[in-house]
C-alpha cells in the first residue's frame, strides 16, 4: 500500500467501491458498499426511503440477514433522514454512525455505518471519510437504479398502477437545487397517481417549472398527460416560450387523444437573477405566494383554458395572457393539484384552500423545501377520510441562496489525506 494510502485509507476504499461498481448489477449494489467498506473494519447497510417517504428500507446484501424497517418519524435514522444530518447511536453495545443518502441533494435515504474497535463517531477524520463514501454511493444508487428493478423494489410496499409506473418514469427527480432555487415535489396516492404531474428544468438563469392534472382517471388520464409534458418539453427545448408551449399541447392532445377532455396546468418561468416569475394558468387552481412562512396570496393572473380545449386562450386580441410577479429572495412557490383541497376533511367538510393554508403556515417554518412537503402532505392525509378520491401533488419552489443552503449536508472536515493527495 502506498504511503499516502496508510494515512488516509479512504482513498483504497473509493476507489475499490468505483471499480467493483463497473460490473455490478442493480441489486449487487449493498454487497458491493458493504465489501469496499470492510477493510477499514465497518459494516455498511444501505437503507431507500420507501415511495411514501414514511419507512427507511435495507438494500439486501445475500447472503446476510436484512435489519428490519426503520420508521422515519420515531428512528435516529429518520431524524438523520429528515435534518440531512449525521448522528450516533449505539446498539448491542455497538456504536453507529448514520449518515444521510443523497443524489447530490435529492434524498434517497440514510447509511448505516457500524463501528468496529476503537471507532468512535466524534473522530472528525471517520466523519470525513464516511461523508465521501456517502456521497459515492448516493449517486452510485441513482446511476444504478435504471438498469434493473431490485432498487425499486426496495422502495415499494405494494404493486403499482399502469397509470403511476407510466407518470414516475415520466418525471424528474422529486428535489433539484442550484444556488439560486429550490425545487421539490410530492405525489400521492404514489402507487396509484393518475393524471397529476410535475415538471421542470433549470438552463442558464431561468428555471422552468409545471404542474398537470389531466381529466379523469387511471391510465387514460396518465396518456393525457404523458402527451401534454412531451409535447410542452418539445417546444422547451425548441426555444418557445410558455405560452408556445401551451398552444404545442393543445395540438398534441387534439392530435394524438381528442376524445380526452382536457389537462389543467401552470407553466411559468423564473428569471434566477431577478426574481422574476412569468406564468401561464390553463384551468388550474392559482398558486400561492408564500412570505417568510405566511401565505400572502394567490397568483390569479395568465388565466388561459385547461390544455386541449384549443389553441387560444383567453388572453387580450387572441393572444395568450402571460402573468408577471416580481419575488422577494426568500419567497416559495406552492403549486398543487385540486385533489388536496378538494378531499372531505374527517369532520366532514370539504378541506379546500382554507385549510390547504392552514397547514402551510403550521407545517412550513423554516424547514428545507422536501422536508416542508413530506410533512406537509402527510398532514393533509392524515385529515383525510379515508384515503383522497383523486390524486395530490404538490409542488414547491423556493428562491434565494438560503434555500439552496438549508439542503446542504453539514458541513465536514476536507476529506483529502495528510499529504494533501486523493
Known sequence: MAASEDRWPWRAAVVDLLQRDRLAQPDELGAVAAAAAAPLGLDVWVYLVDQEQRVLLPVPRPPAAPPPPLPVESTVAGQVFMTVRPRASTVDGRQRLWMPLLDGTERLGVLEFGLGDGGSADDPALLAG????????????????????????????????????????????????????????????????????????????????????????????GLGTAVVMSAIRAARRGGEGIAAMARAADRALERHLPELR???????????????????????????????????????????????????????????EVAEELLERGDRLLLYTDGATEAVGRDGRVFGVEGLVELVERDTGELPAPETLRRLCHSALADYEGAPADDVTLLLVEWGRDAARRMLPLATPDPVSPGGEF
Not at 465521501?132 to 444504478?144: N, S
Not at 414516475?168 to 396516492?189: D, K, N
Request: glycine letters at 12%; a negative charge.
Open 130 to 221: 464516511c461523508d465521501l463514501f456517502g456521497q459515492l454511493v448516493g449517486h452510485l444508487v441513482a446511476t444504478k437504479m435504471p438498469y434493473g428493478d431490485a432498487l425499486l423494489q426496495v422502495r415499494r410496499q405494494r404493486r403499482m398502477s399502469e397509470a403511476s409506473e407510466l407518470l414516475w418514469r415520466l418525471q424528474p427527480p422529486m428535489t433539484f437545487v442550484s444556488e439560486r432555487a429550490v425545487v421539490s415535489a410530492v405525489l400521492e396516492p404514489c402507487y396509484e397517481v393518475g393524471g397529476d404531474a410535475f415538471d421542470y428544468a433549470a438552463n442558464d438563469g431561468t428555471l422552468f417549472f409545471a404542474i398537470f392534472d389531466t381529466a379523469g382517471h387511471e391510465l387514460r388520464a
Open 262 to 320: 382536457f389537462t389543467t396546468a401552470v407553466l411559468a418561468e423564473l428569471d434566477l437573477d431577478s426574481g422574476r416569475l412569468r406564468y401561464v394558468n390553463a384551468g388550474h387552481p392559482p398558486p400561492l405566494l408564500i412570505r417568510r412562512g405566511r401565505v400572502l396570496r394567490g397568483l390569479d393572473g395568465g388565466k388561459r383554458l385547461p390544455l386541449g380545449l384549443g389553441e387560444v386562450g383567453v388572453g387580450v386580441e387572441g393572444r395568450d
